[in-house]
T-cell receptor, first 111, second 114 residues
Framework: RKEVEQDPGPFNVPEGATVAFNCTYSNSASQSFFWYRQDCRKEPKLLMSVYSSGNEDGRFTAQLNRASQYISLLIRDSKLSDSATYLC????????????FGAGTQVVVTP | ETGVTQTPRHLVMGMTNKKSLKCEQHLGHNAMYWYKQSAKKPLELMFV???????ENNSVPSRFSPECPNSSHLFLHLHTLQPEDSALYLC?????????????FGNGTRLTVT
């Protein structure tokens, strides 16, 4: 089983619609979770951290489910500029706190 | 504008060449990283430096040689690479080791080995 697993997509989303996708992680000791966004041929950029109680940043909502070991990202009112690959990042739960990346979920927002 | 800058942006090199990738961070961070990103694969951690000391070498072949002269600069020296080493090489920095701080990435060097 991969340490961090994501549906690669693509998720084709009409502009204005809502899209949500999950990421599962295998290490129950993981403590920190992030969503990064990566545009084609660009570097990953931090989108948001994921907190235990769930958190929202504008149109983006992140949730953590420790019991089932997954995090989710929901995008409301999708914009064309939301088209990107979304990377799930989980720390390994060791003393170092090393981060483990998923392969990404591609989202394509269409007019 | 990124607080982590990488040069060059693109590099084409033959298998017998020697080249170096450079990374500089202006964020006051204490940890710096090299990652490799191949098509459709997750980012692979290569090396980690914390306060200029290498703390991780993730089973990377010796044809990749990192150097961290100070906490703001990181190099990756390349020699006798293979075509399968063609990838996007990303430098990143974070506040420090073990405090779960997020990574800040440079814009990457796209390397092609011919």
């Amino acid at each position: 089983r991969k340490e961090v697993e994501q549906d690669p997509g693509p998720f084709n989303v009409p502009e204005g619609a809502t899209v949500a996708f999950n990421c599962t992680y295998s290490n129950s000791a993981s403590q920190s979770f992030f969503w990064y966004r990566q545009d084609c041929r660009k570097e990953p950029k931090l989108l948001m951290s994921v907190y235990s109680s769930g958190n929202e940043d504008g149109r983006f909502t992140a949730q953590l489910n420790r019991a089932s070991q997954y995090i989710s990202l929901l995008i409301r009112d999708s914009k064309l500029s939301d088209s990107a690959t979304y990377l799930c990042v989980v720390n390994k739960g060791d003393s170092w706190g090393k981060l483990q990346f998923g392969a990404g979920t591609q989202v394509v927002v269409t007019p | 504008e990124t607080g982590v800058t990488q040069t060059p942006r693109h590099l084409v090199m033959g298998m017998t060449n020697k080249k170096s990738l450079k990374c500089e961070q202006h964020l006051g961070h204490n940890a710096m990283y090299w990652y490799k990103q191949s098509a459709k694969k997750p980012l692979e951690l290569m090396f980690v430096y914390s306060l200029e000391e290498r703390v991780e070498n993730n089973s990377v072949p010796s044809r990749f040689s990192p150097e961290c002269p100070n906490s703001s600069h990181l190099f990756l020296h390349l020699h006798t690479l293979q075509p399968e080493d063609s990838a996007l090489y990303l430098c990143a920095s974070s506040l420090g080791q073990g405090n779960n701080s997020p990574l800040h990435f440079g814009n990457g060097t796209r390397l092609t080995v011919t």
